[in-house]
Protein backbone atom coordinates (compact mmCIF):
# COMPACT_ATOMS: atom_id res chain seq x y z
CA UNK A 1 0.00 0.00 0.00
CA UNK A 2 1.48 3.29 -0.87
CA UNK A 3 -0.02 6.85 0.16
CA UNK A 4 1.85 9.34 -2.95
CA UNK A 5 1.47 12.90 -2.07
CA UNK A 6 1.68 15.95 -4.72
CA UNK A 7 0.70 19.61 -4.86
CA UNK A 8 2.74 21.31 -2.39
CA UNK A 9 5.37 24.09 -3.75
CA UNK A 10 6.36 28.14 -3.05
CA UNK A 11 3.23 30.57 -3.50
CA UNK A 12 3.19 34.63 -2.56
CA UNK A 13 0.48 34.91 0.93
CA UNK A 14 -3.19 35.21 -0.35
CA UNK A 15 -2.01 32.31 -3.04
CA UNK A 16 -3.50 29.33 -3.26
CA UNK A 17 -2.51 25.56 -3.77
CA UNK A 18 -4.17 21.97 -3.81
CA UNK A 19 -2.52 19.20 -3.00
CA UNK A 20 -3.19 15.52 -3.60
CA UNK A 21 -2.88 11.81 -1.68
CA UNK A 22 -3.40 8.93 -4.31
CA UNK A 23 -3.70 5.56 -2.25
CA UNK A 24 -2.55 2.13 -4.01
CA UNK A 25 -2.51 -1.35 -3.22
CA UNK A 26 -4.58 -3.99 -1.87
CA UNK A 27 -7.71 -1.61 -0.49
CA UNK A 28 -10.64 -2.88 0.16
CA UNK A 29 -12.13 0.02 1.45
CA UNK A 30 -10.94 3.23 2.56
CA UNK A 31 -12.45 4.76 5.90
CA UNK A 32 -10.93 8.43 7.14
CA UNK A 33 -8.27 10.30 5.56
CA UNK A 34 -6.76 13.48 7.00
CA UNK A 35 -3.85 15.63 6.10
CA UNK A 36 -1.53 17.14 8.86
CA UNK A 37 1.31 19.17 9.01
CA UNK A 38 4.99 19.92 10.62
CA UNK A 39 6.47 22.93 10.26
CA UNK A 40 10.22 23.67 11.81
CA UNK A 41 10.62 23.13 15.31
CA UNK A 42 6.65 22.00 15.53
CA UNK A 43 4.85 18.85 16.51
CA UNK A 44 2.91 17.50 14.09
CA UNK A 45 -0.85 18.53 13.91
CA UNK A 46 -4.14 17.67 12.24
CA UNK A 47 -5.08 20.19 9.51
CA UNK A 48 -8.59 18.15 8.27
CA UNK A 49 -9.73 15.15 8.05
CA UNK A 50 -12.97 13.17 6.52
CA UNK A 51 -14.45 10.46 7.50
CA UNK A 52 -15.80 7.88 5.57
CA UNK A 53 -19.44 9.13 5.48
CA UNK A 54 -18.31 12.74 4.12
CA UNK A 55 -18.12 14.20 7.65
CA UNK A 56 -15.34 16.72 7.71
CA UNK A 57 -13.23 18.41 10.29
CA UNK A 58 -10.68 21.26 10.53
CA UNK A 59 -7.98 22.84 12.64
CA UNK A 60 -9.47 26.38 13.89
CA UNK A 61 -6.31 28.03 12.16
CA UNK A 62 -7.52 26.41 8.77
CA UNK A 63 -11.42 27.01 9.09
CA UNK A 64 -12.56 28.64 5.96
CA UNK A 65 -9.36 28.66 3.62
CA UNK A 66 -8.85 25.25 3.43
CA UNK A 67 -11.33 22.65 1.82
CA UNK A 68 -10.77 18.97 2.30
CA UNK A 69 -12.01 16.59 0.00
CA UNK A 70 -12.05 13.16 -1.36
CA UNK A 71 -13.11 11.02 -4.67
CA UNK A 72 -13.66 7.24 -3.74
CA UNK A 73 -13.65 6.23 -7.19
CA UNK A 74 -9.86 7.31 -7.34
CA UNK A 75 -8.96 6.08 -3.55
CA UNK A 76 -7.96 10.33 -3.99
CA UNK A 77 -7.51 12.44 -1.29
CA UNK A 78 -7.41 16.56 -1.57
CA UNK A 79 -6.69 20.09 0.39
CA UNK A 80 -7.57 23.00 -1.54
CA UNK A 81 -5.91 25.63 0.03
CA UNK A 82 -6.81 29.31 -0.42
CA UNK A 83 -5.77 32.91 1.27
CA UNK A 84 -2.74 30.92 2.48
CA UNK A 85 -0.61 32.82 4.92
CA UNK A 86 3.05 32.75 6.27
CA UNK A 87 2.18 30.13 9.43
CA UNK A 88 0.64 27.69 6.55
CA UNK A 89 4.72 26.89 5.83
CA UNK A 90 5.18 23.14 6.47
CA UNK A 91 5.48 19.65 4.94
CA UNK A 92 1.84 18.22 4.92
CA UNK A 93 1.31 14.67 5.26
CA UNK A 94 -1.69 13.13 4.30
CA UNK A 95 -2.80 9.92 6.55
CA UNK A 96 -4.88 6.81 5.69
CA UNK A 97 -7.06 4.25 7.83
CA UNK A 98 -7.25 1.70 5.42
CA UNK A 99 -9.08 -1.70 6.04
CA UNK A 100 -6.94 -3.88 3.49
CA UNK A 101 -8.26 -6.97 1.15
CA UNK A 102 -5.50 -10.04 2.07
CA UNK A 103 -7.80 -12.02 0.48
CA UNK A 104 -9.00 -14.89 2.85
CA UNK A 105 -8.92 -11.77 5.46
CA UNK A 106 -9.27 -8.39 6.08
CA UNK A 107 -7.12 -6.20 8.26
CA UNK A 108 -7.14 -2.15 9.19
CA UNK A 109 -4.39 0.01 9.27
CA UNK A 110 -2.76 3.59 8.71
CA UNK A 111 -0.48 4.54 6.53
CA UNK A 112 1.67 8.39 5.76
CA UNK A 113 2.58 9.97 3.13
CA UNK A 114 5.66 10.74 2.19
CA UNK A 115 4.99 14.44 2.71
CA UNK A 116 5.02 17.83 0.36
CA UNK A 117 6.36 21.07 0.91
CA UNK A 118 4.14 23.90 0.91
CA UNK A 119 6.04 27.38 1.70
CA UNK A 120 4.24 30.62 1.82
CA UNK A 121 6.11 33.54 1.33
CA UNK A 122 5.02 37.20 2.56
Known amino acids: VQLQASGGGLVQAGGSLRLSCAAS????????MGWYRQAPGNQRELVAI???????NYADSVKGRFTISRDNAKNTLYLQMNSLKPEDTAVYYC?????????????????WGQGTLVTVSS
Open 50 to 56: TSSGGST
Open 95 to 111: NADLTLDRGSYRVRATY
Open 25 to 32: GSIFSINA
